[in-house]
């Protein structure tokens, strides 16, 4: 049994005010909270077992990187990777897809090559590969959604021709909530030969996810909406794949030997890994991962769903309120836009002084936004500590937004 309050109770911040009101937090989105464990882990790392990792043979170093390591193990534990040597750490989401657009993908696509991708996906998925359209002419080819938000799995394959090289898509859309049948996706393209990446920032945040099951070429996370520290993360990267990658960063750790004229380099992951990593950051990522699994996915996503559901009815009452995108089995993620002439930026204002936060703008999404005609909207992204009580606060909060911007 799921017991909210519970769960509420293990983050420091939910008690807190703010502009003399109980924080109502709806912006996990962007960025989640952190629990208890995961401050009180990354403390006692610093007070107690703090050095640099992979470098020293002194006690505290071999401890440090024993703790450290041992995060890619839970990484491939949560998302059911069949092995640890395939989880590359990084920065969050942006890093890894940076790096697959660095380090496998430039080097072997040529002028006229195609990379499909959906109408659905944050930045972070679509300007690395704006970059090789920039500065090697490969082909952007965009699938639309839905009008409700949902995206066709059959469209993205049909979108993929001879010269498709890459497929990129989200599981998740940090705009709408919808979910997408990457696991289809990924189907239909390896029958076709096409590599595929999904971003699972928001995904994994949300259901549980299995590697084999969706049966994807690369799959990244960021530890922020995770629960963990935010300058956490990781990718998953297919053994095939990592073996056609070429470094990304260069610097310490990513070495086997350097000379005056020649360099070595070692062995994936480490190879994809340059420099003093954050290593109290992902030590807090692998607190905040097995903490989900102790509260088990399954139960994350039951308790979402329910809140999805009541959210959704409550909306339905305000005939004012423009909901983007009501795929059937979206997520708990609602942007939304008030009638009349009130700006995302002046309801989040007023939500703020009710404690309620919420974003308001383009959600790093702007194809996705034009695409549903609007110039920015305010999203309220709940997460495993939110309550129904807090679902009727975000609606008075909206009403009296209602009431003074009519
Ligand atoms: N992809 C999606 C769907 C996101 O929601 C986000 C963050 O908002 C990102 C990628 C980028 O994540 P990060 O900023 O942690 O690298």
């Known amino acids: 049994m799921y017991d909210v309050e519970k769960v509420r109770a293990d983050f420091p911040i939910l008690s807190r005010e703010v502009n003399g009101k109980p924080l109502v937090y709806l912006d996990n989105g962007a960025s989640a909270q952190k629990p208890r464990v995961v401050i009180d882990a990354m403390t006692h790392a610093y007070e107690h077992e703090y050095a640099n990792v992979h470098r020293g043979l002194h006690y ?7 703790k450290y390591e041992a995060v890619r193990g839970i990484v491939a534990r949560f998302l059911h990777a069949p092995d640890p040597e395939e989880i590359v750490f990084t920065t969050g989401t942006t890093e890894g897809i940076n790096l697959v657009s660095y380090a496998w993908a430039a080097p072997r696509m040529q002028a006229g090559d195609e ?14 590969w704006h970059f090789l359209r920039e500065r090697q002419g490969v082909v952007l080819k965009w699938v639309e959604p839905e009008l409700d938000g949902s995206l066709d799995p059959q469209k993205v394959l049909d979108a993929i021709g001879p010269k498709t090289k890459l497929v990129a898509v989200t599981q998740m859309s940090n705009v709408t909530g919808t979910l997408v049948d990457v696991a289809a996706i990924c189907r239909g393209a390896k029958e076709k030969g096409v590599p595929v990446l999904v971003d699972g920032s928001q995904g994994a945040v949300h259901r549980p996810v299995s590697i084999p099951e969706i049966g994807c070429d690369f799959y990244a996370i960021t530890g922020h909406k995770l629960y963990g520290p935010s300058g956490s993360g990781a990718i ?12 990304f960063l260069g610097g310490g750790d990513m070495i086997r030997d350097v000379y005056r004229d020649t360099v070595t380099y070692n062995d994936p992951p480490m190879k994809f890994e340059a420099g003093t990593p954050g290593i109290v950051q992902q030590i807090g990522m692998g607190v905040a991962l097995e903490y989900l699994m102790g509260l088990g996915m399954e139960n994350i996503a039951s308790h979402e769903a329910k809140l999805a559901a009541y959210a959704t009815t409550r909306f339905k009452g305000l005939n004012w309120l423009n909901i983007q995108g009501d795929a059937p089995g979206k997520g708990a993620i609602f942007s939304m836009t008030l009638e009349g002439a009130a700006h995302a930026h002046d309801i989040s204002t007023v939500l703020d002084k009710k404690g309620v936060a919420v974003r308001a703008g383009t959600h790093c999404a702007m194809p996705l936004l034009d695409f549903f005609g609007a110039t920015a909207t305010c999203r309220a992204s709940f997460g495993l500590y939110n309550t129904k009580a807090e679902v009727d606060k975000l609606i008075e909060a909206l009403e009296l937004c209602h009431e003074l911007f009519a």
């Open 60 to 66: 505290l170093s071999n401890l440090a990187t024993d």
């Open 115 to 128: 990379i499909v991708l959906s109408v659905l996906e944050h930045h972070a998925n679509i300007v690395p």
């Open 236 to 247: 998953w990267i297919a053994k095939e794949r990592m073996k056609e990658m070429r470094p």
